[in-house]
């Protein structure tokens, strides 16, 4: 046997109990779920943003253009009507023979606002109808030479197959809120869950988040100098039994979560050359005996 494999302060192995070193397990599989949603989302957003990409610009303006044109013709139409029916409320108020001086002044004055409206309806519908036939062009143009912007020419900032992930969630009780993110997961578990009709209850936890460098035994794996920090070699299982490797960072961010009803210890950090994301407190040497920072 190996007599350094002991569990507590000192030993290789972790401190925590099965039933704490179970619950870590299983926080860290529900968390990096969670957390894999973003990667979900953004893989979705990035399809159909690739879809819409497909348009060509020129296309877009050209769909604009006559979008444009139409409400000028709509618009030139309304003030054509307005412009008649003024002119023919004063041309019936002069046929009428009244003298009001006040109520003929008016009606010239709108019948002079409503022919300045037409006249402005024009000049927008010309302005619409030129800013098509440039549309038109540069369409045909791009059809000769096509070209692609530097936005269609970027790849994807999600992998092609993320948006194909099924959205996790997570309930704390048969009634309860569907919880998508690792935010709303915590803020749930802090605030706890009462419900008297299905005699659901998950009492308060406390939250504690603390960024820390981890240790092994009783010496530091990370010192700090003046030219910068110095990572020391750490115990590693492998196949063949144990290798003392240099575990590249051993900074990382603690998350604990106190309480009756799932108390567990996270560990965030990249560590054997492996991505990051969240690991159960103790199932790894480097995350035994975590020291703040």
Same mark, same amino acid.
């Given at each position: 046997?190996?007599?350094?494999l002991?569990h507590?302060?000192?030993?290789?192995?972790?401190p925590l109990?099965?039933?704490?070193?179970a619950?870590?397990?299983?926080a860290? =599989?529900?968390?990096?779920?969670?957390?894999?949603n973003?990667?979900?989302s953004?893989?979705?957003?990035?399809?159909d943003?690739?879809a819409?990409?497909?348009?060509? #610009?020129?296309e877009?303006?050209?769909?604009?253009?006559?979008?444009?044109?139409k409400e000028a013709?709509?618009a030139?139409?309304?003030a054509?009507q307005?412009?008649?029916d003024?002119?023919?409320?004063?041309?019936s108020f002069?046929?009428?023979?009244e003298?009001?001086?006040?109520?003929?002044?008016h009606l010239q004055s709108?019948?002079?606002?409503?022919t300045?409206?037409q006249?402005?309806?024009c000049r927008?519908?010309?302005e619409?109808?030129?800013?098509l036939?440039?549309?038109q062009?540069?369409?045909a143009?791009? =059809?000769?030479?096509?070209?692609l912007?530097?936005?269609?020419?970027?790849?994807t900032?999600?992998?092609p197959k993320?948006?194909?992930?099924?959205?996790f969630?997570?309930r704390?009780?048969?009634?309860?809120?569907?919880?998508?993110?690792?935010w709303?997961?915590?803020d749930?578990?802090?605030?706890?869950?009462?419900?008297r009709t299905?005699?659901?209850?998950?009492?308060?936890?406390a939250?504690?988040?603390a960024?820390?460098?981890?240790a092994?035994?009783h010496?530091?794996?990370?010192?700090?100098?003046d030219?910068?920090?110095?990572?020391?070699?750490?115990p590693l299982?492998?196949s063949t039994?144990?290798s003392l490797?240099?575990?590249?960072p051993?900074?990382?961010?603690?998350?604990?979560?106190?309480?009756?009803?799932?108390?567990?210890s996270?560990?965030?950090? #990249?560590?054997?050359?492996r991505?990051?994301?969240?690991?159960?407190?103790?199932?790894?040497?480097?995350?035994?005996?975590?020291?703040?920072?």
């Open positions: 046997g190996m007599p350094g002991l507590g302060p000192g030993g290789l192995l972790s109990t099965p039933r704490q070193l619950n870590n397990l299983l860290a =599989a529900l968390v990096n779920r969670l957390c894999a973003l990667m979900v953004l893989g979705r957003v990035c399809e943003y690739a819409e990409k497909r348009v060509p #610009a020129e877009l303006a050209v769909l604009h253009a006559r979008a444009v044109l013709e709509e030139l139409r309304l054509q307005e412009a008649s003024a002119e023919t409320s004063l041309r002069l046929q009428s023979g003298l009001e001086a006040d109520r003929q002044r709108v019948v002079g606002w409503k300045s409206a006249e402005q309806s927008e519908l010309q619409a109808q030129d800013a036939k440039v549309a062009a540069a369409r143009e791009a =059809a000769v030479t096509p070209s912007s530097w936005t269609q020419k970027w790849s900032i999600a992998p993320a948006s194909e992930g099924e959205v969630a997570i704390l009780a048969e009634t309860g809120p569907l919880l998508y993110s690792l709303d997961f915590i749930a578990m802090q605030h706890g869950l009462v419900d299905r005699g659901s209850y998950v009492p308060k936890h939250l504690e988040v960024f820390v460098r981890s092994a035994d010496l530091l794996l990370c010192t700090q100098d030219k910068g920090f110095v990572h020391l070699p750490a299982t492998v039994g144990l490797e240099a575990l590249w051993l900074h990382g961010l603690t998350l604990r979560l106190e309480g009756q009803t799932f108390p567990f996270l560990h965030l950090a #990249a560590t054997n050359q991505p990051w994301q969240f690991r159960g407190m103790g199932l790894h040497a480097v995350s035994n005996q975590p020291e703040a920072l």
